[in-house]
């Protein structure tokens, strides 16, 4: 994936020198334009432990799992599902032997923009993206069933995990788009962006039972003031810079329909994960240009 953000580099001196090597201009439509896009995202994994519930992060599985209010209702259903020995006499046994390594799965993105060509071939553009990922995981609860190392004999309980967040980007570019002939664009964008995280849930599945561990007590157990805080936001503000090349047909007096990759390198503020990572999004962009239909 970092070789493509290289790639995006050569075509954007490469879309340069194709309009200059013969002299001749190679304008495409001008003024302002609307777009929408839509696509795929791979998020890079460098904040994905957020959600793990590791000691120490925002939200952690023994918060709950040793809270008086869901410990003892996982410790019942464990036992009645013969999921755990009678040598775990209590909810405050019940022990993590290993955490989870989470990663994003492939999610979407969806936007709007507006951007605005010269005849030169470069421009600018404002998008507004919004990112939906889920971060997934699982991790080991001891059952104490078995001796030794894990040897089939049901001595680990497999527990699943999840987290939820939105991120809202604000992407401003330089633009540069060449007309290959035949109603055929390239363009190729660099810009700079921001974005904002909104944590929207962090949950454990054990047994069966779904538990979340997202931290609405301030800190404190669950089964103290529990539903007496306001949830505050664990995400934040984050910083990025990006590339983006797009192959496009044009449709006259209409538009053009692009289809292109897109590369951010940029941080990702969660509480404690304040990382930068690459972040790839694959898209296709519907441009309407001039607003021409209306003046038919």
């Known amino acids: ?14 879309a340069v020198a194709m309009a200059d090597d013969d002299g001749v201009p190679r304008p495409g439509p001008t003024g302002l334009s609307v777009f929408a896009n839509a696509g795929a995202v791979w998020a890079d994994g460098v904040n994905a432990n957020f959600y793990s519930g590791r000691p120490g992060n925002a939200n952690t599985i023994d918060r709950v799992l040793h809270s008086n209010n869901y410990g003892t209702q996982i410790w019942n259903d464990l036992r009645t599902d013969g999921l755990i020995s009678s040598a775990i006499g209590s909810y405050e046994e019940l022990k993590v032997v290993e955490y989870p390594e989470m990663y994003y799965r492939t999610s979407y993105n969806i936007g709007l923009g507006v951007r605005y060509d010269y005849a030169s071939g470069f421009g600018w553009l ?14 080991n609860l001891s059952s104490n069933n078995g001796t030794g190392i894990l040897s089939g004999n049901r001595q680990y309980i497999r527990c ?27 363009e190729v964008d660099l810009g700079a962006s921001i974005n904002n995280t909104k944590v929207k849930d962090n949950v454990m599945e054990i047994g069966g039972g779904t538990y979340s561990i997202l931290d609405i007590w301030n800190g404190s157990t669950p ?19 990006f590339m983006s090349g797009y192959l496009g047909y044009r449709i006259t007096g209409v ?23 690459w972040h790839h999004c694959l898209n296709i962009r519907f441009e309407i240009n001039n607003f021409s239909f209306y003046n038919k």
């Open 1 to 14: 994936m970092r070789k493509m953000c290289l790639t995006l580099a050569m075509l954007m001196a490469s």
């Open 126 to 139: 404002l998008r507004f993206d919004m990112w939906r990922l889920e971060a997934i995981g699982a991790f």
């Open 160 to 186: 699943g995990m999840l987290g939820q967040e939105d991120r809202i980007s604000i992407d401003l570019a330089l633009t540069r788009t060449v007309d290959l002939g035949m109603g055929l664009c390239l």
């Open 223 to 241: 089964d103290v003031g529990a539903g007496s805080y306001d949830y505050v936001n664990q995400g934040g503000i984050g910083f990025g810079v």
């Open 255 to 277: 538009g053009a329909i692009k289809l292109g990759y897109t590369c951010h390198h940029s941080e990702a503020n969660l509480k404690d994960y304040d990382l930068w990572g």
